[in-house]
């Protein structure tokens, strides 16, 4: 069984920094990808924040290029995000994702807060 851990959340004042983890244990072969998605309060739908495919690229939300970095090693099931000059609107559950053969795999999520 496919398990995934997050770490890292927080509150942080607009303008700083967090760093998320996310392990995955139960996975003998690796991921094709991994990443993060985030669904914010009031909304419905999380959105994709960024992934790591494991070639290496990496895919990036508009909203947070150049303030994000994602890392990590699919081979190894382990991704990190740096999040850098947090805003308020960064604000929301963080969730952790690893895909494989068509499968999607969670994490129970992380809260991220930042205040104004």
């Known amino acids: 069984q496919v398990r995934l851990v997050e770490s890292g959340g927080g509150l942080v004042q607009a303008g700083g920094s967090l760093r998320l983890s996310c392990t995955a244990s139960?996975?003998?072969?690796?991921?094709?990808?991994m990443g993060w998605h985030r669904q914010a309060p009031g909304k419905q739908v999380r959105e994709l924040v960024a992934?790591?495919?494991?070639?290496?690229?990496?895919q990036y939300a508009d909203s947070v290029k150049g303030r994000f970095t994602i890392s990590g090693d699919s081979a190894k099931n382990t991704v990190s995000l740096q999040m850098n000059s947090l805003k308020f609107e960064d604000t929301a559950v963080y969730y952790c994702?690893?895909?494989?053969?068509?499968?999607?795999?969670w994490g129970q999520g992380t809260q991220v807060t930042v205040s104004s």
């Open positions: 992934q790591i495919v494991s070639d290496g690229r990496t």
């Open positions: 139960g996975n003998r072969f690796g991921f094709y990808a």
């Open positions: 994702y690893a895909t494989r053969s068509g499968t999607n795999y």
